[in-house]
């Protein structure tokens, strides 16, 4: 069975930091870019940042870049994403996912997601 399960996520102040992980099985993991999403009460699910198999490429929403970062540790099958500077405009549930093989902006496998909430 493929799963990833994300975990990491509270409460946070405006200005603090979180660090989120994913844990995918291998088929979900290997050789895969993967992804971080969030979706927001009342807002569609939104793209947050992606990251080359070997994390030489990743690509950042501008409305994060400069803020998060993400990395990951083959070796654990886990996908990082580390939150600084967080804002209120952040809170959202958050998933990680498998970059599709056949489409350029598909994903395969999801996540359960996990809840950040900045406080303001």
């Known amino acids: 069975q493929v799963q990833l399960v994300e975990s990491g996520g509270g409460l946070v102040q405006a200005g603090g930091s979180l660090r989120l992980s994913c844990a995918a099985s291998?088929?979900?993991?290997?050789?895969?870019?993967m992804g971080w999403f969030r979706q927001a009460p009342g807002r569609e699910r939104e793209f947050v940042a992606r990251i080359s198999w070997r994390g030489s490429s990743t690509y950042y929403a501008d409305s994060v870049k400069g803020r998060f970062t993400i990395s990951r540790d083959n070796a654990k099958n886990t996908v990082y994403l580390q939150m600084n500077s967080l804002k209120p405009e952040d809170t959202a549930v958050y998933y990680c996912a498998t970059h599709s093989t056949m489409a350029d902006n598909a994903y395969d496998y999801w996540g359960q997601g996990t809840q950040v909430t900045v406080s303001s």
């Open positions: 291998g088929r979900a993991f290997s050789g895969r870019t």
